[in-house]
């Protein structure tokens, strides 16, 4: 016997093959027929993994997985071992038992999948660091594990996608504090797992005490601020493969998308509101917000309000789109956005499309919620248009609307969420 991820390059008989590997189950280890090296698991040496007790520590009442067939998802393979529960009177439920020794159940009945944590982080990082899908995750692994398509490790994929989505989910909750909540993650307030961005005004975070009441030639300029970009982007577009029934969110507006039942009911009671026509150069963005082809897809894109100095989402501000650009897509994020920073007293907000798009936004803020109102006579607002999107505007728009004739914005583009969107586009393969 010899072993491909052990160090070295001796051979084992079987006895000590099963000692060396009784604490290394995911290691790939080959058998010599007289004629080759073939692969073999550790189940079929013998090898059981024990669940409940310390390592080496026998268990008086083993209770073998449900049909003693048990999958572990690692990096590098998928494979079948033969593992045993703790049947002991004192015995932690299984899904317990699997993740103190840092085993991610698939199901939380009869679990026969699981992955190990080192793999869900390694697919996590190679998600946003090489936009690698979980498809292509998945099938390396079972490349790994056979390469000739002979021996064909048991389809797990579907296991996978749903661990996957777990394991985010409670990580973001663990990281954002929310994990041991007194009343449950169902108490968890809306924005609470976004990360705020360090620089943006915040009050009660890192205003001095009573920035309120410095003088309004001073609360107006950069310093307390708030810098906003605007932004759709139509890559993201997710086919229309499942439905809320039957594949449900586990996020409700905690981080930086809004609850969803609230923003498409509310985008649904408007659906008969008429978009404006440009009357600044021909906007596509404007004149075709309803005419954008969905046919197939549940969402045509996203919505976005960034920061624009630093490119920080914000927290509830990122939306699906059903169709184009539309202004009350865009208007719903930009006043769910405006909740977590309603005391800033100075905005300088940027959109492509500002000139048409603010124009009558304070009338149309009439039909949201009153918890959505900005009570923007109290502000001082200044709405511009991004440094690179300004020349595609009429000679009015592009002095009325520059950065560049505006005090207290220093060399700000307004261009952030495009520097976003050059990163995450290529993920869109996985919607």
């Known amino acids: 016997y010899r072993c491909q991820d052990c160090h070295g390059t001796e051979l084992f008989c079987h006895l000590c093959m099963v000692r060396v590997h009784a604490r290394q189950p995911f290691h790939k280890m080959e058998h010599w027929d007289g004629i080759s090296f073939h692969g073999i698991t550790s189940k079929s040496m013998g090898i059981r993994l024990q669940l409940g007790h310390t390592s080496g520590v026998c268990c008086d009442n083993p209770l073998s997985a449900f049909n003693d067939d048990f999958v572990i998802i690692d990096y590098n393979g998928i494979y079948e071992v033969g593992l045993?529960?703790?049947?002991?009177?004192?015995?932690?439920?299984?899904?317990?038992?699997?993740?103190?020794?840092?085993?991610?159940?698939?199901?939380?009945?009869?679990?026969?999948?699981?992955?190990?944590?080192?793999?869900?982080e390694y697919f996590q990082m190679l998600s946003f660091e090489s936009k690698?899908?979980?498809?292509?995750?998945?099938?390396?692994?079972?490349?790994?594990?056979?390469?000739?398509?002979?021996?064909?490790?048991?389809?797990?994929?579907e296991s996978m996608l749903r661990m996957m989505r777990e394991w985010r989910f409670i990580k973001q909750m663990q990281r954002a504090g929310q994990g041991h909540h007194p009343e449950g993650i169902a108490a968890t307030e809306q924005g609470a797992c976004a990360v705020l961005c360090p620089a943006c005004p915040h009050a009660g975070k890192n205003l001095p005490d009573g920035w309120e009441n410095a003088p309004s030639e001073i609360r107006s300029r950069f310093i307390y601020a708030l810098f906003l970009a605007i932004d759709a982007n139509f890559r993201l577009a997710r086919r229309n493969v499942s439905s809320d029934t039957v594949d449900p969110g586990l996020?409700?507006?905690?981080?930086?998308?809004?609850?969803?039942?609230?923003?498409?009911?509310?985008i649904s009671s408007q659906a008969r509101a008429v978009q404006e026509m440009s009357s600044c150069s021909s906007h596509n963005a404007v004149n075709l917000?309803?005419?954008?082809?969905?046919?197939?897809?549940?969402?045509?894109?996203?919505?976005?309000?960034?920061?624009a100095r630093h490119n920080f989402k914000r927290p509830c501000s990122i939306g699906d789109l059903q169709k184009g650009e539309r202004y009350l897509n865009m208007d719903y994020l930009f006043l769910s956005s405006m909740q977590s920073s309603s005391d800033i007293m100075a905005l300088n907000i940027s959109y492509d499309i500002a000139c048409q798009w603010s124009k009558h936004l304070w009338t149309r803020m009439s039909a949201f919620p009153h918890q959505y109102h900005i009570k923007h006579h109290e502000k001082s607002i200044v709405f511009l248009v991004p440094k690179f999107h300004l020349p595609a505007h009429i000679a009015k728009c592009q002095t009325s609307f520059s950065f560049n004739f505006i005090k207290g914005v220093g060399r700000t583009d307004g261009e952030a969420p495009e520097r976003g969107w050059a990163d995450i586009n290529p993920i869109a393969t996985s919607t």
Do not use: M, W
């Open 132 to 157: 690698v899908s979980a498809y292509e995750f998945y099938k390396t692994a079972a490349r790994l594990t056979d390469n000739t398509g002979i021996h064909v490790p048991k389809d797990r994929y």
């Open 289 to 307: 917000a309803d005419a954008r082809v969905s046919r197939g897809l549940a969402a045509t894109g996203a919505g976005t309000i960034d920061c």
């Open 251 to 266: 996020n409700h507006g905690y981080a930086f998308f809004v609850e969803e039942k609230a923003y498409k009911g509310f």
């Open 84 to 120: 045993d529960f703790c049947g002991c009177a004192s015995a932690q439920p299984h899904i317990t038992q699997l993740l103190r020794v840092r085993l991610f159940p698939a199901t939380t009945v009869d679990p026969k999948t699981a992955a190990t944590f080192r793999s869900l």
